[in-house]
């Protein structure tokens, strides 16, 4: 059976929470800024110029960052031996990331959640809110290389599971997140969505 490598979800660097508060605050300034733009005198045109610009800084402040971890260390990659995992079945999953220049990391920290999903609401006012149902701590292994950033990470979704499921509304999905502290370029951190079986599998 081939190896099965996923994408990395991100966020790429700071929390996804804070580019969607800089994002909004964008819009709002900006929408705010033209619907008052014919009803002010022409000498405060300026202000409402200077308002979208100043609140355009956050959002660019982020997007700067994920720009330059992009630049130093790539996109990562979660290879497993299976596209899905299967309950108490140990596997070790392999992180790659290629670096360059002058970044280096520091340090890491891993940890397996299962996550409870419910999503409410419809059309525009459809929200999702996510609850921690169990979390562990892993213990990651690096490989040291001047090219690439290489981590062993031992997983083993317990015996009780639950397996990935929908049930009465709720998703149930397994996450893996990790955080990773580094020298030369801003810190980052990384998350892949874990498809788990009901079942082990037989040998």
């Known amino acids: 059976m081939e190896e099965y490598s996923r994408s990395d979800q991100g966020p790429i660097a700071g929390g996804g929470t804070w580019y969607f508060l800089a994002f909004m605050l964008l819009i709002i300034a900006t929408i705010a800024a033209f619907a008052m733009w014919n009803h002010v005198t022409p000498d405060r045109h300026l202000m409402l110029v200077v308002v979208p610009v100043l609140c355009a800084?956050?959002?660019?402040?982020?997007?700067s960052r994920a720009t330059q971890v992009l630049r130093k260390i790539g996109r990562a990659e979660l290879t497993t031996p299976y596209e899905s995992l299967a309950l108490g079945l140990p596997v070790t999953a392999i992180y790659t990331r290629p670096i360059k220049g002058d970044a280096?990391?520091?340090s890491v920290e891993a940890w397996l959640r299962l996550e409870e999903k419910v999503t409410r609401g419809s059309g525009k006012n459809k929200k999702t809110f996510t609850a921690i149902a169990q979390e562990q701590t892993l213990t990651?292994?690096?490989k040291a290389s001047p090219t690439q950033i290489r981590i062993e990470l031992p997983i083993r979704i317990p015996d009780a599971g639950p397996p990935t499921a929908l049930v009465d509304g709720v998703e149930l999905q397994w996450m893996l997140h990790m955080r990773l502290r580094m020298r030369g370029c801003p810190h980052t951190r990384s998350s892949f969505e874990l498809n788990v079986l009901p079942a082990v599998v037989k040998r």
Do not use: G, H, R
């Open 140 to 142: 990651p292994v690096t």
């Open 104 to 106: 280096t990391l520091e």
């Open 57 to 63: 800084i956050p959002f660019a402040f982020l997007v």
